[in-house]
């Protein structure tokens, strides 16, 4: 970024600019340190006659320039038309970086600022590897049967509408690395998982459209919902109300289980259309919180067993700082939906616990950063919707694994889950859960 300083512009990088000649590696203004953002862009604009000198057309030789000068080269800059889009892109970020200057020299550019920042794209993009004899929710996750790895990307999409509200939008992808294919959510290529408006109602927040929805500590639900959330915070509280629609059809927790009657057949407890719940956060110390959530499904079906009602869902948890670098969370949730057997006779679990206890925090912001963590779950089927830790659903075991950040903007997670699946998922009986997860995420 430009600083007060002056800035020196000699002679021979003037007669650079002036020809409209630079080499890729010529730098027109000498002492823009060369990790400088404007580097490229002011060799850029040079060589592409774009910047071309004082407002009478010459240059005035080995002097000194003050932000004002150079703020009449950006000026002139910006009046000309027809610029390619790649130099129009370099003029409107230095009209931004001299927009006090040029203001004073009776340009406008006061908004151009904001316009500028007005949409942002962010991202992440992942290599995962997992391999195991099981996933607990899909007995298929053998490597030689099937593979949860993959190659996923996602785009973030945020335009201020105004000083108050912005658009979100999330568009995923996704390619299997087993069937050699892009198979997105659905089978599409392109799935556009997210959108909606959030702003300010009042003293609270409001999101509307397709967005995700979270419990409080990620045990009842972690997925998309089409609906609104009025979020509130005040003081050490905060919470929020929450109506919608679960974004598919499904069965609770992923799960489908065997008729024990009829192999042939299989039953599962479907969702109905309808989410609403209430959550609450509250801040116990600077150093422990405790949370809670409330849940209701408007109608759950189970197949073959004659049952379609509502189910109502709880979640309670804390997390807290034991120590410096050392901190520990627990959550419990249960539904009221019971009566429903698995495939060898036994009732399916409507209650599951959920801890970690984590050394140390990463930030994929903070090379060198790492996490070493630990968790232990038994985990119900019928006490989660869609749980936010993978392979928690209807398995009981523990788990072990560290993050790490090897670069800026870079992750690495590497676990290792082993226990036994909590209800039985086929007429052999409950099946163990063996599951290694290596993977690399990229932000931008």
């Known amino acids: 970024m430009f600083n007060k300083s002056t800035l020196t512009i000699t002679t021979s990088a003037l007669v650079l600019m002036s020809t409209g000649v630079a080499g890729a590696a010529s730098n027109p203004f000498s002492d823009v340190p060369q990790d400088s953002w404007a580097y490229d862009g002011v060799a850029t604009l040079a060589a592409d006659g774009v910047i071309d000198g004082f407002p009478d057309g010459t240059y005035q030789g080995n002097k000194t320039m003050t932000r ?3 703020a009449q080269i950006v000026a002139r800059a910006m009046a000309k038309e027809d610029l390619q889009k790649a130099d129009k892109a370099i003029v409107d970020k230095l009209a931004a970086e001299f927009a006090e200057e040029l203001d004073n020299l009776g340009v406008r550019v006061a908004d151009l600022e904001k316009k500028s920042d007005n949409v942002k794209f962010t991202g992440t993009a992942r290599l995962r590897y997992d391999d195991g004899d099981i996933n607990a929710t899909n007995p298929k996750a053998d490597w030689d049967k099937d593979s949860a790895s993959h190659a996923h990307i996602e785009y973030w999409i945020k335009g201020k509408v105004n000083d108050n509200w912005t658009g979100v939008s ?5 390619y ?10 659905g089978d599409k290529d392109i799935q556009v998982n997210k959108i909606y408006a959030e702003g300010n109602f009042g003293d609270s927040m409001l999101k509307v459209g397709r967005y995700g929805e979270f419990s409080s500590y990620g045990r009842i639900i972690d997925t998309e919902i089409s609906g609104a959330e009025y979020t509130f915070e005040t003081g050490d509280l905060s919470g929020a109300l929450t109506y919608g629609r679960l974004k598919d059809s499904r069965t609770l927790a992923g799960t489908t289980f065997e008729n024990p009657k009829d192999t042939k057949e299989t039953f599962g407890a479907y969702l109905g259309t309808e989410y609403s719940s209430a959550r609450l956060k509250y801040n116990l110390s ?3 919180s405790i949370g809670a959530t409330y849940g209701r499904l408007n109608e759950v079906t189970v197949e073959d067993q004659g049952f379609k009602d509502s189910v109502n869902i709880w979640e309670a948890g804390f997390n807290t700082k034991l120590a410096d670098n050392l901190t520990l969370m627990a959550a419990y949730s249960k539904s009221d939906l019971d009566g429903v057997t ?3 006779g036994s009732e399916v679990v409507n209650d599951g616990w959920f801890s970690e206890l984590r050394y140390k925090q990463h930030n994929p912001s903070d090379v060198g950063s790492f996490a070493i963590f630990t968790n232990y779950r038994n985990v119900g089927a019928f006490s989660t919707i ?8 209807n398995v009981r075991g523990w788990t ?3 993050d790490y950040v090897p670069m800026e903007n870079t992750t690495i997670e590497v676990f290792y889950t082993t226990g036994t699946q909590v209800n039985a998922t086929s007429t052999e009986g409950r099946q ?3 599951i290694f997860r290596a993977q690399m995420e990229f932000y931008f």
Do not use: W
């Open 68 to 70: 004002y000068e150079m």
């Open 170 to 174: 999330q568009i995923e992808t996704e």
């Open 176 to 185: 299997n690395m087993k069937s050699d294919s892009i198979t997105a959510y």
């Open 286 to 288: 600077p150093v422990t």
């Open 342 to 344: 698995d495939s060898v």
């Open 386 to 393: 869609d749980a936010t830790v993978d392979y928690t659903e």
């Open 400 to 402: 072990l694994g560290f």
């Open 432 to 434: 163990d859960v063996d």
